[in-house]
């Protein structure tokens, strides 16, 4: 919106970059030879249409030809008759049919190459993204080959393949299953039944059809089969977070006005970077009503708690009718205004996002917003089916955010995260943190990404991906840390020095003047 567009459409003038464009297409004494036939005839057809259509394409394309001729071959638009007056007219021409009063001079030397600069940093990324980090909707054709393979080998029949039940039926727990669903090494066979002793592990079919056959270190593979590291790095035990940090039964609270509640221990699939893995997946759990009353007691006697985050494990895991009856029981409660529920099993098995589930969400959101917050590491989590359950998701809840965790090998790209956090967006889910892999659990050491890894990858994304798809990124340390990279150079006499993250171009801007902030006398005050 410009205010002045009134004011000023009465008596247009050319502006500097207009005069400076008419200057430089001026001839400067050298003689001027003949540009030949074909320039000429190509020079008449480009200022017939620009004399005649009220469109501003053709004039930007005599003016790009023009210059191109003074440039390369130094021929003045004098050398195809055409005078300066009219160039001036079609350059008035130009402003006059703009909405914004856009001039040619801004438009031909400015906004395009600009345009032409940035459209150079995407480039890349849309060569490479496809290859180097395939999206599920794109690998659809091979994962309906790995379930057709998978169906047979397990006996599952549709139905089973199609409902919540099924999938947890016939999930792949053991190293011998495991061997005749996918390919690996006979080694790393030995190694992983091995680790399967001490730590859980636990694939739904469906998310074991995401595995790329033939992939060594394939993103699904490495986030659902622990590995041998696992026990190699055990060695320095950190207390879990859960001992400082839990003021009551099932509450975890690093901030006063959010909690969470770990309603069940369990998950559809253990994932191998489990931040909660001292606590997830050892032995599933069914805990007690006492247990869930005390957590709510505890929220109901503080009125500072707002944010009630239900997770574990994984809230989806919970039947719908204890989901519902804990839904009903915190929006029965004044202070608490909003609520989220944490779960992967939209990506593990997308088939539990089923119509009466989505009721109790939906009824649940009727009465105060309740946010799904899902975790998402790859593009190749995102098929048509689970797309289609975050699809309902957010359609049934205020909004679907994910939390997705830096991985080496896994999503430690610039393209592998770009294309993460544009895939999860196109399938209706908000990019919402990116977290630095934590130190707390030695497990997993193998895939810790250095912090500034991390940073160069986020802060790649300003400028080149939409703002609403740019995650957070944060240190996870008894509450969530930013780590985002400062784009402030300096600061001197109240004017800032910035950087621009997309090409590390540096602006000056001009703080607020701290005297004019400090008066209150101000607007209506004034009068
Ligand atoms: C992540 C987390 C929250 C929520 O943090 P937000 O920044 O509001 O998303 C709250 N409590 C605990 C214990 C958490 O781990
Ligand atoms: S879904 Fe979450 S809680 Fe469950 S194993 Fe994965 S990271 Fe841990």
Redesign the pocket.
Known sequence: MNYNDGAASSEPALDNYTRTLLEALQPSGEQIGDPGEEARLRADELLARASEAELTEPIVELFTFLLHCRRQHRFSPEAFGIRPETLESLALKHQQIDEHMVSIGGRLTQALPIAGEANNRVDSYLKEKDEAAPSGIELWETILENQARIKRKLKMSDEDWNSFPGQIRHAVDSIETLAELIDLPPAAAASVAQVTKEYRMRLTPYYTSLIMPGRLNDPVMLQSIPTGEMIDNAGIEIPPVAADHSPARLIDQFYPRVVTIKATNM?A???T?????AH??RKDKIYSREAYREALDYIRANERIRDVLV????AFVLPNSMLDWLLEQLDEIDHVKVKRLGT?VPV?VPMRVNDELLDIIEKSNDRKPIRVVT?INTAQEITPVSRDSFRRLSKRSFTVLNQAVLLKGINDSRVKMWKLCETIQEAYVRPYYIFNCSYRNPQFTHFRVPLEVGRDIVESMYGNISGDAIPRYIATAGGKIPLHRSNVVTEENNNYTLRKPWNGEEVNYPDADPELYKSDQFCFRKY
């Open positions: 998950c699939m253990y994932c970077h489990c931040l909660r893995i997830i997946g997770t574990g494990g994984d992967r593990t975790q």
